[in-house]
Each structure stands twice: as structure tokens, then as C-alpha cells.
């Protein structure tokens, strides 16, 4: 008879007539429940001392717990015990078992987990676990933490780490995260779903949970710098970042490798090539005219730019570089006069702030990060009439704000400034003479400026970019609507032309995506502006789209990492 049924059933198992009968079913279960007809177990518990009836079936049918309890030597006692829960929880969960459903509250999620594991109520379990999840502002994820170690709750440990995944970013800054062991840690670095906003957040936090125990933490760190995304840091990250960290020598050699050298890939032995999930490579630029800024992203999948914000910037002559989230604006003019004001636009919630002023008033100067420190460096100090051409150099930290550092060898105003190996290069610009080829370098270590090998030829303003190891150079303008472009090689102290690009004129975007170095340009008597990659291998340029030119020209260019945040 059992074998025909469940043929029946299965026979059924699609059919509404079956899901009728089961909720009927159901209900006539539920109200002999609730009428507490045909019982034939009562359960006595404690605390406070209260008798709960049930049917044997039932019970079975919802718990392996109660399965063997009633198959065992004790099984047909009508009333049995329970000692290890509370008569309240017990209640609720003998009521789960016939609705899948339970009063879960705040305050007593932990004892009805706890109960839940004991009774082997699987479901019992999950929607306790939901619930937790769900709740977690009002529960806390210390309590979580906490009921997790209690009661090694699988499916509460595997939440957990969703969540942490998710919201690494708040995680990763709270004291809690400085207590977590190395496996689980490894475990969330792995993740592919990390929700980052760029790989460097990632580093930052291994950063800050090996220093809080460096000396027994360090050895660990190859272990974790090996789940990062490598290939996705530039290479100057990667030398001045990775490969000083003990153990991690190799993983950096293999990145750099990675990068610079595609045909090799395929004898490169790395965990992780691409990207996570979760992010993209993308660009920020800064579309503008006198009177109108907007802020443009580059959609990858679609090959097109789109409208990201709209901006109120009311100086012009600034200069702006990327810091985390953050567009930072720093110095220029309003009005006819040189400004100190310096100012962050939040480019996920695109909310603005103040920040310390400079110490020196600032326009058309050039600015570079280096170590996580920010440098203002030469510029205007009123405007091109009668303004003093600037040779200080000072830097910003959020602890110590502004503070002067060694000035120029030459003072100079329309330059451009990188960071290549851990230095800063300066790169042309304009000074009382005229146009510079002129090329410094800034040594952090020392605070001193030397002198580098000349450009082959002075360029006012010019874009400027590393890409593997080396610096490109390009102009701004070309009359003859071809670009010169040039590369520097740090270890030679030389300068070398590459193809020109052809182009009036034209900005350089860099290499942050798929490590290639890409430019906009606009093609001379066209109204479209191009986006163009460098082939090195052939030294040429590829045409990759195309798109209007609605808002003027293009001030400011910046790779970033765009992660989609999970929903």
C-alpha cells in the first residue's frame, strides 16, 4: 500500500488537484492541533513548568530529533521530557512543525536557534538565520558574532560571511574584523562577490589586520596578498606596494609579468586574472565649458560614454586627482582670483565637502598622489597677467593638513605631474622664459628634486600618463591636427617618440583598462571626439569609439574602479 501511494504522489506531484488536497490536508491537521484531538505524546517541560501535546507523526515528518526519539525504547511513553528547553520556545517550535512558521522577536532569536539546532528543526534553523540577517541593525552583528561561536551554527556562520562580503567595506573598519583568524579572513579575500569599490580596498584592509599583530600576523601576509585581483593594480602599485612586502616578491613578479608581457600569460601560474565580479574597470571624465560641467562614465559592455552627474563648479584653472571615492578639487580661480579651496566630491553619493585650504593660493598648477599623501606642486599664485610664477611644492595628509615641502629646481605653471616608482615626475609647462621640456623628479625619501633627461621638445600643459613602467607624453593642441607623443624610460634617463596620434586635440586617459593605454582625441575639422588604444607591439593606434562632442573639451580624466554594489 505505502509503495502504491507514493507512486500516486509522485504521479500527482505536478497536478492542482494534489495541492488542493494537501492544504486541506493541512488544515484538518492544524485543527486537530489546535483541538488537541487525537494527541498521543505530551511533552513536559520547565521553566515555567508547562505540559505542550502534539502528534507523534507530525513530529517525525518535521525533525530527525523527534524520528528517533519515537523509535527508540522510550518512544511510546505518552509523556516525555524535556529539560534543555524553555516551555515557551518548546511551544513555538511543536507549532512550527505543523505551520513552518514561528514568533521570532529580537529578544528571542537566540534561545529559538539554540532549541531549534537541538530539535533538529532544519527549517526552524533558516528562518531563524533569516531573521537575524534581516534584522541585523536592531540585532547587531556582535550578537551574531556571538551566537554564532555559542552555537557553531553552520548556516549562521555561512550568513555571516555573505554579509561581510557584502559589506566589507563597513566590516573591514570595525574593531571585530581585527579579531578575525586567517582562514576566514583568506575566505572572504577570495570571494569573487566581494563588494569593493577597487582592489586597493582590499589591500588596505590585510594592511590594517597584519598590523594590529605584526609579528605574528606577517608570515600570513603572502597567504592573503595572493587572493587579491593582482593583475588589476597598475604596475607602480605593484612595485611600490606589493613587492616590498615579506613573502610577496614572487606574487608581485608575476603580476608586473602578467601585465607587461601578454604573450607569457599563459606560462604564469596565478589564482585570480580578472576582475571580481562585482567591479569593472571604467573612466570618470569631466566634460566642460566655461559655465557647464558634467561628469561622464565610460559603459565597457556597450562601448559608450553616458551621463553620470551633472557638476557645479564655479573655478576654473583647478586641478583635481582621485582619492578612495572622492574627486578632490583643489586650487584655481574665481572670479579673477587665485584660490586656497579645496573641495571633495563624493562620486558614489555625489555630495560635496570642504577639506583644509592649501597654505599658497594655486592655479594652473599640477598635483600628484604619492604614498596616500597628496602633493600641490608650482602653478600661478594670481593670474597669467601679472601672476607669480610658483616653485613651492607643499602636501596634504588628513592628519597633519597642509605643510611645505622642498620647492622646484625651476618654477613652473601649466605642468603636468605622475608617480612612477615612488617618485614624482614633473613634466613641462611654462614659466617667464616660455614653453619647458624641462623634467623634474621628487624624491619622498630625501625631499629633494633632481633633474631629468629633457622631453625632446617643450610642451605647455601636457598630458601625461605611466603605462608599464614608463612615462607618455603628449600635447594638449596640435595645429597640424597630428599629435606628437613621446615615452620616458626611468631606468635609462631617456626619451624616445612613439607613432603620433592623430588628433587636434586630445587628453590622455591612461591604462586602467584591460592594461592598455587609451586616449581621447578629436580628429581635426570633426565634431566627434575618438577613443583610441596604443597597440606597443606595432606602435599604432586603434580607433575604439566615438562620441560627441556636446560639452566642450575634456579637463580632467581619471581611471576608476566601478564595482556594482549588491542590492
Known amino acids: 500500500?505505502?509503495?502504491?501511494?507514493?507512486?500516486?504522489?509522485?504521479?500527482?506531484?505536478?497536478?492542482?488537484?494534489?495541492?488542493?488536497?494537501?492544504?486541506?490536508?493541512?488544515?484538518?491537521?492544524?485543527?486537530?492541533?489546535?483541538?488537541?484531538?487525537?494527541?498521543?505524546?505530551?511533552?513536559?517541560?520547565?521553566?515555567?513548568?508547562?505540559?505542550?501535546?502534539?502528534?507523534?507523526?507530525?513530529?517525525?515528518?518535521?525533525?530527525?530529533?523527534?524520528?528517533?526519539?519515537?523509535?527508540?525504547?522510550?518512544?511510546?511513553?505518552?509523556?516525555?521530557?524535556?529539560?534543555?528547553?524553555?516551555?515557551?520556545?518548546?511551544?513555538?517550535?511543536?507549532?512550527?512543525?505543523?505551520?513552518?512558521?514561528?514568533?521570532?522577536?529580537?529578544?528571542?532569536?537566540?534561545?529559538?536557534?539554540?532549541?531549534?539546532?537541538?530539535?533538529?528543526?532544519?527549517?526552524?534553523?533558516?528562518?531563524?538565520?533569516?531573521?537575524?540577517?534581516?534584522?541585523?541593525?536592531?540585532?547587531?552583528?556582535?550578537?551574531?558574532?556571538?551566537?554564532?561561536?555559542?552555537?557553531?551554527?553552520?548556516?549562521?556562520?555561512?550568513?555571516?560571511?555573505?554579509?561581510?562580503?557584502?559589506?566589507?567595506?563597513?566590516?573591514?573598519?570595525?574593531?571585530?574584523?581585527?579579531?578575525?583568524?586567517?582562514?576566514?579572513?583568506?575566505?572572504?579575500?577570495?570571494?569573487?562577490?566581494?563588494?569593493?569599490?577597487?582592489?586597493?580596498?582590499?589591500?588596505?584592509?590585510?594592511?590594517?589586520?597584519?598590523?594590529?599583530?605584526?609579528?605574528?600576523?606577517?608570515?600570513?601576509?603572502?597567504?592573503?596578498?595572493?587572493?587579491?585581483?593582482?593583475?588589476?593594480?597598475?604596475a607602480d602599485f605593484l612595485w611600490t606596494h606589493i613587492q616590498p612586502l615579506p613573502g610577496c616578491e614572487l606574487l608581485a613578479f608575476k603580476a608586473l609579468t602578467w601585465i607587461r608581457e601578454p604573450a607569457a600569460r599563459t606560462k604564469i601560474n596565478m589564482r585570480f586574472t580578472e576582475p571580481r565580479a562585482t567591479c569593472e574597470k571604467t573612466f570618470l571624465v569631466i566634460g566642460s565649458t566655461e559655465t557647464y560641467h558634467n561628469l561622464l562614465q565610460y559603459n565597457k559592455a556597450e562601448d559608450k560614454w553616458q551621463e553620470y552627474a551633472s557638476l557645479e563648479i564655479d573655478y576654473v584653472n583647478y586641478c583635481m586627482i582621485l582619492e578612495d571615492d572622492n574627486l578632490i578639487f583643489i586650487g584655481g580661480r574665481k572670479s579673477g582670483l587665485t584660490s586656497k579651496i579645496v573641495r571633495s566630491l563624493n562620486i558614489r553619493n555625489k555630495i560635496w565637502q570642504n577639506l583644509p585650504a592649501m597654505n599658497q593660493a594655486r592655479s594652473l598648477h599640477c598635483v600628484a598622489k604619492l604614498d596616500g599623501k597628496i602633493f600641490a606642486i608650482g602653478g600661478l599664485e594670481r593670474d597669467l597677467e601679472d601672476g607669480k610664477v610658483l616653485s613651492s611644492v607643499e602636501r596634504y595628509t588628513p592628519s597633519d593638513g597642509w605643510e611645505f615641502m622642498n620647492s622646484l629646481i625651476f618654477g613652473r605653471y601649466s605642468a603636468r605631474a605622475v608617480t612612477l616608482n615612488n617618485k614624482i615626475y614633473v613634466l613641462g609647462g611654462k614659466n617667464d622664459n616660455g614653453d619647458l621640456k624641462l623634467v623634474e623628479c621628487y624624491n619622498p625619501d630625501s625631499n629633494t628634486w633632481t633633474s631629468c633627461a629633457d622631453m625632446t621638445k617643450c610642451r605647455d600643459f601636457p598630458f601625461v600618463k605611466v603605462h608599464n613602467g614608463h612615462i607618455y607624453v603628449l600635447d594638449t593642441y596640435s595645429a597640424s591636427g597630428s599629435q606628437s607623443v613621446e615615452r620616458y624610460d626611468p631606468e635609462r634617463n631617456t626619451w624616445s617618440k612613439i607613432c603620433c596620434l592623430n588628433a587636434e586635440w586630445a587628453r590622455i586617459a591612461g591604462m586602467s583598462l584591460d592594461n592598455k593605454l587609451w586616449f581621447i582625441g578629436r580628429p581635426k575639422s570633426d565634431d566627434r571626439s575618438s577613443v583610441s588604444i596604443y597597440d606597443e607591439d606595432n606602435d599604432r593606434w586603434a580607433e575604439k569609439c566615438s562620441f560627441s562632442n556636446v560639452n566642450g573639451y575634456f579637463r580632467c580624466i581619471v581611471p576608476v574602479a566601478y564595482c556594482r554594489q549588491n542590492e
Not at 504521479?11 to 483541538?35: H, T, V
Not at 518535521?62 to 524553555?86: M, T
Request: aromatic content about 8%; glycine content about 2%; some cysteine.
Open 1 to 234: 500500500m505505502a509503495t502504491s501511494c507514493a507512486q500516486t504522489l509522485a504521479l500527482q506531484s505536478n497536478s492542482s488537484e494534489l495541492n488542493r488536497f494537501m492544504k486541506k490536508l493541512m488544515k484538518k491537521l492544524l485543527s486537530f492541533y489546535d483541538e488537541q484531538s487525537l494527541i498521543d505524546v505530551t511533552f513536559k517541560a520547565s521553566n515555567p513548568t508547562a505540559v505542550v501535546p502534539a502528534h507523534r507523526l507530525i513530529l517525525a515528518a518535521a525533525s530527525p530529533y523527534f524520528e528517533n526519539l519515537f523509535k527508540g525504547e522510550q518512544g511510546n511513553n505518552p509523556v516525555v521530557e524535556i529539560n534543555d528547553i524553555d516551555s515557551d520556545t518548546l511551544e513555538r517550535l511543536i507549532a512550527f512543525c505543523y505551520t513552518g512558521e514561528a514568533l521570532i522577536t529580537v529578544n528571542n532569536v537566540g534561545v529559538m536557534l539554540k532549541a531549534a539546532i537541538v530539535l533538529q528543526l532544519d527549517d526552524a534553523i533558516n528562518s531563524c538565520v533569516d531573521y537575524i540577517m534581516a534584522n541585523m541593525n536592531e540585532y547587531t552583528l556582535q550578537a551574531a558574532y556571538t551566537l554564532e561561536r555559542e552555537t557553531q551554527c553552520e548556516q549562521l556562520k555561512q550568513k555571516i560571511m555573505e554579509y561581510e562580503i557584502k559589506n566589507f567595506m563597513e566590516i573591514s573598519r570595525g574593531v571585530e574584523f581585527l579579531s578575525f583568524d586567517v582562514e576566514k579572513l583568506q575566505r572572504i579575500l577570495e570571494s569573487d562577490n566581494l563588494n569593493i569599490t577597487r582592489e586597493e580596498d582590499a589591500y588596505d584592509a590585510i594592511k590594517r589586520w597584519v598590523n594590529y599583530d605584526e609579528p605574528a600576523r606577517q608570515e600570513s601576509l603572502p597567504l592573503l596578498i595572493a587572493c587579491l585581483r593582482l593583475t588589476q593594480f597598475d
